[in-house]
């Protein structure tokens, strides 16, 4: 296996960096950004279960201010800030005579990410996490890493970034945990591929005539999960698996002809790596988001999460399939978007989030999701990503031209 030392670095730096303090849960303060969402919620579940091992700084949402201001209230957060400005009376109010501070806006979720807590949940959903990560990772935190749109943004500059303070990225997205729990990251060179398993989504046995014509309610209806409306999109077109190769890239240092990606439609096998030696292995359990979010949670040790265990006695059989990349042409583009690399997979991950949105919204068909995203990958010219700004920058023209191109359709 071709792995480079920077490779095999950014490798080890996802488990444990030289010298990290590994605090334990009983020391544990906790930020949850995105605590409002899909993530969100199963977090703030699991630390509500244990209060007297967590304390909790902050939490962050965009604009459920109700979910917001309740959460803060049962976990005694010292802080809860919403994204948008607009909402920041009815927050103000709804936590008024807690002593609970608030804020809004976008630097206010900053702020709160630069909060003093040694763990933060990363769990805003899109490239709106990046500053927010950025700033829970500059501080050196242990980063419980679910909002892969950043990685696939930015990938190297974060992985940059985590590596230079100190930084702990803890893989909560289920295939990347279930990679993390069974990688050897002191012997990369013992790692001969990564194979991502995908339960193929809604539309795994439809036609692309019934996928052209599929409505909002059937292409969030996902088979094995309960996640957010934009995630179950990028489910549904396999474009979450592309995301996710991207993201494996660049937590675990693999270059991308050895990630492979198997559709498995029960999602009880979350993901396998092969060894060099022939050894394969893998990681299971139910599909509960739980049980990935616990092992960052209690990392290194082990917690208790509610919820039905595995039985494979009663699971029925388990079936593995190769992917079919003509019916699912958006893993085609993440790879091609690895394989340009500079801008490429920051631009496709801009118009993918562009158009998602626009189908949620009604404005587009399923199908046109794809094309508006290889529309964008070959009209933004190609770039190098030498910094932050780099990134900012092409992701607003690569948002500009998607949404033209939505408007003249
Ligand atoms: N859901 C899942 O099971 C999994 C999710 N992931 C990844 O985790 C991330 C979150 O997914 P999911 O929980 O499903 O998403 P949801 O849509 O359910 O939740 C998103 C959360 O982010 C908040 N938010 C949105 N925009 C902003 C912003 N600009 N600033 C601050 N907060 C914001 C939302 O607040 P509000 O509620 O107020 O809008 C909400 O709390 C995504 O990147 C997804 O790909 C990965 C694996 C599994
Ligand atoms: C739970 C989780 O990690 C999701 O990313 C899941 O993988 C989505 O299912 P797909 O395999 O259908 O994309
Ligand atoms: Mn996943």
């Known amino acids: 296996m071709v792995v480079s030392s920077l490779q095999a670095v950014a490798a080890a730096q996802v488990a444990v960096p030289e010298g990290a303090a590994v605090p334990t849960p ?10 409002t969402g899909s993530v969100g919620c199963n977090t703030v579940e699991l630390v509500a279960a244990d209060p007297e091992q967590y304390q909790v700084e902050a939490l962050v949402a965009r604009k459920n201010v109700d979910l917001l201001a309740r959460q803060a209230k049962e976990l005694r957060a010292k802080a809860a800030v919403v994204a948008d400005e607009a909402h920041y009376a009815a927050l ?3 936590l008024s005579g807690t002593g609970i501070e608030v804020a809004a806006g976008a630097q206010a979720v900053v702020d709160a990410a630069a909060r003093p807590a040694d763990w933060v949940m990363a769990a805003i959903v899109g490239a709106a996490g990046m500053e927010p990560t950025l700033a829970a990772a500059r501080r050196g935190a242990t980063v419980a890493f679910a909002n892969k749109e950043v990685l696939v943004c930015a990938g190297a500059l974060m992985m940059a970034e985590v590596k230079r303070h100190g930084a702990t990225l803890l893989p909560v997205d289920s295939e990347h945990s279930a990679i993390f729990q069974v990688f050897d990251s002191e012997r990369v060179d013992g790692v001969s591929r990564l194979i991502l398993t995908a339960s193929g989504g809604p539309f795994r046995n439809k036609s692309r005539e019934d996928m052209a014509r599929a409505t909002v309610k059937e292409a969030v209806a996902h088979p094995t999960w309960d996640m957010g409306a934009k995630i179950s999109v990028d489910s549904a077109t396999m474009m979450n698996k592309g995301l996710e190769v991207i993201e494996a890239h660049h937590l675990f240092g693999m270059p991308e ?31 509960d988001m739980r049980t990935p979010i616990a092992v960052a949670l209690g990392w290194p040790r082990r917690i208790a999460t509610p919820g039905e265990r595995l039985n494979l006695v009663t699971s029925g059989h388990l079936e593995f399939y190769a992917p079919d990349p003509e019916k699912f042409p958006a893993l085609r583009l993440a790879r091609e978007a690895m394989r340009a690399g500079g801008c490429a997979a920051c631009v496709m ?3 993918n989030e562009i158009a998602v949105a626009a189908f949620l919204d009604g404005r587009i ?37 998607a949404s033209e191109a939505i408007q003249a359709r």
């Open 26 to 35: 009983a020391t544990r303060t906790v930020t949850i950004l995105g605590s």
């Open 92 to 94: 103000k109010d709804a």
């Open 257 to 287: 002809d050895k990630i492979d990606v198997l559709v498995h439609p029960q999602s009880v096998v979350h993901s396998l790596v092969e060894y060099v030696d022939g050894s394969v292995l893998a990681q299971l359990g139910t599909p």
């Open 349 to 351: 991950n801009a118009a």
């Open 365 to 401: 068909g399923f199908l046109d999701i794809e094309r508006i995203v290889e529309h964008t990958m070959t009209t933004v010219p190609h770039s190098r990503l030498n910094s932050l700004d780099d990134v900012r920058e092409v992701d607003t023209v690569a948002r500009r031209i």
